[in-house]
């Protein structure tokens, strides 16, 4: 059974920093590409980052470059998401995914398990 599980959202102010946790199970890890997802209120999903496991090559959305920055873990069976100079405008639920592919794919309906989400709050 696929399981991923984020933590280490709250809040924080503008220009902090948080960093995000994706815990992974029922995964043959080098398979796959995962990726981070935000929802705002009354707002889509969308895509923040993503790394193909094999290889360790990223992806982010314009907005997060140079402040983001994803990464994974093996030994830990993790996927981070490091988040400096956080603006108002990352207030959002933080979504932890996993797409079966070794192409970085950026939409939602690409990836085919989901966590639970985090929320993370930015005041400015």
């Known amino acids: 059974q696929v399981q991923l599980v984020e933590s280490g959202g709250g809040l924080v102010q503008a220009g902090g920093s948080l960093r995000l946790s994706c815990a992974l199970s029922?995964?043959?890890?080098?398979?796959?590409?995962m990726g981070w997802f935000r929802q705002a209120p009354e707002k889509e999903r969308e895509f923040v980052a993503a790394?193909?496991?094999?290889?360790?090559?990223?992806y982010y959305t314009d907005s997060v470059k140079g402040r983001f920055t994803i990464s994974r873990d093996g030994a830990k069976k993790t996927v981070a998401l490091q988040m400096n100079s956080l603006k108002p405008e990352d207030t959002a639920v933080y979504y932890c995914?996993?797409?079966?592919?070794?192409?970085?794919?950026?939409?939602?309906?690409?990836?085919?398990?989901w966590g639970q989400g985090t929320q993370v709050t930015v005041s400015s």
């Open positions: 029922g995964l043959t890890f080098s398979s796959y590409a």
């Open positions: 995914a996993a797409d079966r592919t070794i192409v970085i794919h950026t939409m939602v309906d690409e990836y085919e398990y």
């Open positions: 790394i193909r496991w094999s290889g360790g090559i990223t």
